[in-house]
């Protein structure tokens, strides 16, 4: 773990001694599991349960802020068992597709809005659109409220993306769609919400104090603003970057940098045991 900058301890000490009302936000894909080259094989990280259901006892909640949708969000991360672990004691939500969908440990209930209907049509144009730019084998992920194309297992993943960008961009706007770039993925969704919206809501849902958010991708920096914005109005707050070779964008807003899931999960472990001692 490395503070990178000279108020990132002070910072963390905040967030430690306002826990039982500060809510830790995570995303899923590159901090709590390891990007992969199928998204349905990305698992949470072996210690990631334990570590949550500990340190939901210590917060006002732990959220997951994703990309993906809320149920496979769910799955992929055993939060059901991690839910049957905290019962009653603790707060553990998903925001899954940016925002747009939510699922609760003490309810267990998924909602979800319908998609858009110019989602429909880029899925049919979407074939196309990919021969045309000599991406016909990117692999495309149906996430039901969004479509992600990804091109990390292609034999040029940088040019193909960078080739792919502008257009789905454009393919979007037509539709009125939001496009979202990732590590070697582009995400195409509704309008409307982003992660920035979702840490905002849950902070007000659960009239929360502080807010811990940890990302790794372009996709987080709108959270990683929102939390800078909460900051400003006198709420604890500390930035997180799950560090990668592939991403260095949230380097630079960060207040911590860790080396991946595995130095996510030691910063939460790190941060429940100190809550506790405080406590104590």
Sequence with gaps: ????????????????????????????????????????????????????????ASVRAVAVITGRPARQAVSLGSLD???D?????????????Y?????????????????????????????????????????????????????????????????LLPALAEAARRHHLGVEPGRMVVEIRPEGMDKGQAVRQVHGELDADGFVFAGDDLGDVKAFEAVASLREEGHPALLVCSASQEQQALVELSDIVVDGPSGVLTLLRRLAADARAQVG
Excluded: C
Excluded at 12 to 38: C, H, K, N, Q, R
């Design 1 to 56: 773990m490395e503070f990178r900058t000279s108020e990132g301890q002070r910072r963390y000490d905040a967030v430690v001694a306002a826990a039982a009302e500060t809510v830790i936000g995570l995303d899923f894909d590159g901090v709590l599991s390891p990007i992969v080259e199928d998204p349905a094989a990305a698992v949470i990280h072996p210690d990631g349960p334990d570590v949550l259901a500990d340190l939901a």
């Design 99 to 163: 925002g747009n969908e939510r699922w609760a440990s003490r309810t267990r209930e998924f909602t979800s809005p319908e998609p858009p209907p110019g989602l429909a049509i880029l899925r049919d144009e979407l074939p196309g659109l990919l021969v045309e730019h000599d991406a016909e084998l990117a692999f495309v992920e149906d996430k039901g409220m969004a479509v992600a194309v990804h091109t990390r297992q292609l034999p040029q993943p940088q040019a193909t993306f960078d080739r």
């Design 85 to 97: 672990s905290i019962g009653e004691s603790g707060q553990l939500l998903v925001l899954g597709q």
């Design 81 to 83: 068992a991690v839910a």
